[in-house]
């Protein structure tokens, strides 16, 4: 624990002779997990859920049209249901492995390299801009104005995550045994909303580039076996950056703790889920 010039206390580590604020270090740790994906491409592909198509079409509700963005889009969840519901749909990932996984499983759309903070689209060439599972990455100190800039009047940015329903009591159970690194705060429907409320402000207090935002959740799942939702949790990044005896003792205790539930134990069940979402205006 340090002092600032002011005498408050602040936390700051030392390196290199040089002073790490709080600020700085939650920004490493930002990165640190939102580049932990391209490791687990083909797995993030073959077991994370889509998106409930009643929350994409409430995504698209408010847009001036269908030209649609979609930021962050990982190997493509979400831009395959913009695509089905007939969206004209660029889709831009910054990690190499998760952008080639996109492009083998969605060959017609076009899919270019790039991040919320560096869009490679020109000014108001977009009618909206969807974000599944990835806006809490964005830096939107910067990336809100990079996302203004390609929205069109009147455009809509919207950010969708799917949560683990842990109304239910099996599902709460394996959230406290899987702990925050495999479903956290955001991943649940009970705290989801506070979670994401600001996640289209500028964290310095710089200019709102957005309107007041607009919350709503739908109802989704996912069919699952034990070990496929093992797979699942997997893939999530608090679980990608842990070290590897650690995270193999994790997977071990949810994997163990769904051979002892019922409904769980054997055979294909539905995971129950939400689809979640937060929409704003561009001003």
């Given at each position: 624990?340090?002092?600032?010039?002011?005498?408050?206390?602040?936390?700051?580590?030392?390196?290199?002779?040089?002073?790490?604020?709080?600020?700085?270090?939650?920004?490493?740790?930002?990165?640190?997990?939102?580049?932990?994906?391209?490791?687990?491409?083909?797995?993030?592909?073959?077991?994370?859920?889509?998106?409930?198509?009643?929350?994409?079409?409430?995504?698209?509700?408010?847009?001036?049209?269908?030209?649609?963005l979609d930021l962050g889009?990982?190997?493509?969840?979400?831009?395959?249901?913009?695509?089905?519901?007939?969206?004209?749909?660029?889709?831009?990932?910054?990690?190499?492995?998760?952008?080639?996984?996109?492009?083998?499983?969605?060959?017609?759309?076009?899919?270019?390299?790039?991040?919320?903070?560096?869009?490679?689209?020109?000014?108001?060439?977009?009618?909206?801009?969807?974000?599944?599972?990835?806006?809490?990455?964005?830096?939107?100190?910067?990336?809100?104005?990079?996302?203004?800039?390609?929205?069109?009047?009147?455009?809509?940015?919207?950010?969708?995550?799917?949560?683990?329903?842990?109304?239910?009591?099996?599902?709460?159970?394996?959230?406290?045994?899987?702990?925050?690194?495999?479903?956290?705060?955001?991943?649940?429907?009970?705290?989801?909303?506070?979670?994401?409320?600001?996640?289209?402000?500028?964290?310095?207090?710089?200019?709102?580039?957005?309107?007041?935002?607009?919350?709503?959740?739908f109802p989704h799942g996912?069919?699952?076996?034990?070990?496929?939702?093992?797979?699942?949790?997997?893939?999530?990044?608090?679980?990608?950056?842990?070290?590897?005896?650690?995270?193999?003792a994790a997977l071990g205790?949810?994997?163990?703790?769904?051979?002892?539930?019922?409904?769980?134990?054997?055979?294909?069940?539905?995971?129950?889920?939400?689809?979640?979402?937060?929409?704003?205006?561009?001003?």
């Amino acid at each position: 624990m340090g002092r600032t010039d002011d005498g408050t206390e602040q936390d700051q580590d030392c390196v290199r002779g040089r002073v790490v604020t709080e600020q700085e270090r939650r920004q490493d740790e930002r990165l640190l997990h939102s580049s932990s994906f391209g490791a687990a491409a083909v797995a993030y592909d073959e077991h994370r859920p889509d998106y409930a198509q009643d929350a994409v079409r409430w995504a698209l509700g408010h847009a001036p049209g269908l030209r649609v963005l979609d930021l962050g889009a990982g190997t493509g969840k979400l831009t395959a249901s913009l695509v089905a519901w007939g969206a004209d749909v660029v889709a831009v990932e910054p990690d190499a492995a998760m952008l080639a996984e996109l492009r083998r499983a969605l060959p017609d759309v076009r899919a270019l390299a790039g991040s919320a903070e560096a869009i490679p689209l020109p000014d108001g060439s977009v009618d909206a801009v969807l974000s599944g599972n990835a806006m809490h990455w964005f830096d939107m100190d910067v990336a809100g104005a990079e996302i203004a800039r390609v929205l069109a009047p009147g455009g809509v940015l919207a950010g969708l995550w799917n949560v683990f329903d842990d109304r239910v009591d099996w599902v709460d159970g394996l959230a406290r045994v899987g702990g925050s690194a495999a479903i956290g705060p955001r991943d649940v429907p009970t705290s989801w909303r506070t979670e994401t409320a600001d996640m289209h402000l500028p964290k310095a207090g710089g200019a709102a580039w957005f309107g007041s935002p607009e919350q709503d959740e739908f109802p989704h799942g996912q069919r699952r076996t034990a070990d496929s939702l093992v797979a699942t949790l997997a893939t999530k990044a608090g679980m990608l950056v842990m070290p590897e005896q650690e995270r193999e003792a994790a997977l071990g205790r949810m994997r163990a703790y769904l051979a002892s539930r019922p409904e769980t134990a054997e055979g294909v069940f539905t995971l129950p889920m939400l689809t979640c979402g937060l929409r704003v205006r561009r001003l």
